[in-house]
């Protein structure tokens, strides 16, 4: 993984949808490894250009790197994807013809040692913030939240049925000491469920609705789909990849509602999904879904 951190998902089926020209401007809300921005890029030859926004430094970081042959064509900004129209305006730019939110996390944010989305990292302190330079840490709430709030949360944003066991095991166990690493967390979860059973690691599903808690990540995407009919030009295709139920829902349920209002041609009667062949080289594709919609011109 170190030599390739991110492969990008559903990278032609994207492309498809975006239908990157030249002299147009694309807007990719979630710019990370950048795997999908080169592609809009090269395929926008000769003067198409792109705007990236991410919340984390590191991966702004391995964009900008990665896109330095394309110049003054790309521009990256540091940023929270519910303040892209901030992020245009900076740019000098009113609305896009093409707009991407690739969901979740990037392999490149997963494998990284200090950053505490896995638990694989036992020794990794709990951040879980997409963006490290602000807001409250994984372990920071988990300090503060009560029993019910924790229960709540665990199972509202993963499904656990578990969920009021390991918040009382989590409350018990904070009471001894503070719980600051990842690895002390999965082994809470772990001795709280009675170890492992089958393939999925007992602490899974709570370190995902954990990282979505500390990050907002369900409000924050509402929030951006709701307004982003305002950033667009008449014809511009949105294309939204998610990896968790919640996020598939509320991308289809913005879509289909603003199409009743005459703003949205939904393009996705049904997500599109992986195939087979891209699951085999890239597992973590497994869950992705597309969904896509066309702004129609304004009356």
Known sequence: MADEPHRPVLLDEVCEFLRPQPGRCYLDCTVGAAGHAERILALSQPDGKLIGIDRDPEALAVAARKLENFGVRKSLFHANFTQAAEALAEHGTTAVHGV????????????????????????????????????????????????????????????????????????????HQPIETAGQLASIIERALGGRRGRL?????????????????????????????????????????????????????????????????????????????????????????????ERKDVM
């Open 201 to 293: 690691h007992p602490a899974t599903r709570t370190f995902m609705a954990l990282r979505m808690w500390v990050n907002r990540e369900l409000p924050n995407l509402e929030q951006s789909l709701t307004s982003v009919k305002d950033i667009v030009e008449p014809g511009a295709r949105v294309v939204v990849i998610s990896f968790h139920s919640k996020e598939d829902r509320i991308a289809k349920t913005v879509f289909r509602s603003q199409a009743r209002e005459g703003i949205w041609q939904v393009l996705t009667s049904r997500p599109i999904q992986p195939t087979e062949q891209e699951i085999r080289l890239n597992p973590r594709a497994r869950s992705a879904k597309l969904r896509a919609a």
């Open 100 to 175: 991407l939110y690739d969901l979740g996390l990037s392999s490149l944010q997963l494998d990284a040692p200090g950053r505490g989305f896995s638990f694989r990292h036992k020794d990794a302190p709990l951040d879980m913030r997409a963006d490290p330079t602000c807001g409250k840490t994984a372990a920071e709430l988990l300090a503060a939240a009560s029993e019910r709030q924790l229960a709540d949360v665990i199972w509202q944003l993963a499904d656990e049925r578990h969920s009021r066991r390991i918040a009382r095991a989590i409350c018990r166990e904070r009471r």
